[in-house]
């Protein structure tokens, strides 16, 4: 089972993975987690390179489709190994964070054609304004209006690709584990009811 958290800036996936992550292994299933960009040396390189002054640059946005198609396809490998060691893989965004985040659409479509499509994606939907909040606004692209675009993206998405399950993620962390829970469960076997 290949299971990713997607959302805009600020949604509180990596607290969610983790959560999500000891909740399975409770229940007894082998859980590891990945996250995009890796700690690669091209998912260092995109980190660095999201810290410059021209990120935003159309030739930049560009580079960032190549270089993080380039990173998740690494990642491919070690998820089907994962998998078929029956273990549950939880990843901190996907190949739709690149269709949310970055242009044009079909370019980076055909750019990650290889990469792996989830069996579940959790989007985590987060009012832009609360993602602004949360932000430590070091990352050029932590404003309003580039993260409204963001998040239409993303709730498009998740309209044209029936593995979408949205999260409201405007409530407090423990709502917000407990509804991801209830949508995680059918999947494994696992009583939907008894989850507070």
């Known amino acids: 089972m290949y299971i990713v ?3 805009i800036d600020g949604a509180g996936k990596s607290t969610q993975i983790k959560i999500l ?5 409770d229940n ?9 960009p890796t700690d690669l040396e091209v998912g260092k390189l995109i980190r ?7 990120a935003e640059s ?10 993080f198609a380039a990173d998740r396809l690494m990642l491919m490998d070690r998820i089907g190994r994962l998998e078929n060691e029956n273990t549950v893989v939880i990843s901190d965004r996907s ?11 079909d370019w980076i ?18 009012d832009v304004k609360k993602s602004v909040e949360r932000c430590d606004g070091t990352d050029e692209f932590e404003n309003e209006e580039f993260l409204t675009g963001v998040k239409q993206n993303y709730l498009d998405l998740a309209k044209s690709n029936d593995n979408f399950k949205i999260i409201d993620a405007n409530n407090g962390p423990n709502k917000v584990s407990s509804d991801i829970k209830k949508a995680v469960a059918p999947l494994f076997d696992i009583c939907k009811d008894c989850i507070l």
């Open 109 to 126: 479509k055909e750019l990650n054609k290889y990469a792996k499509i989830p069996d579940l994606v959790l989007l985590l939907d987060l």
């Open 48 to 54: 660095e390179l999201l810290t410059r002054s021209d």
């Open 28 to 36: 007894g299933f082998n859980v590891e987690t990945i996250v995009e």
């Open 58 to 67: 159309d030739s930049m946005q560009k580079t960032f489709g190549l270089l």
């Open 5 to 7: 958290l997607e959302g």
């Open 21 to 25: 992550k000891e909740w399975l292994e």
């Open 95 to 105: 190949f739709y964070s690149s269709l949310a985040y970055q242009n044009p659409q």
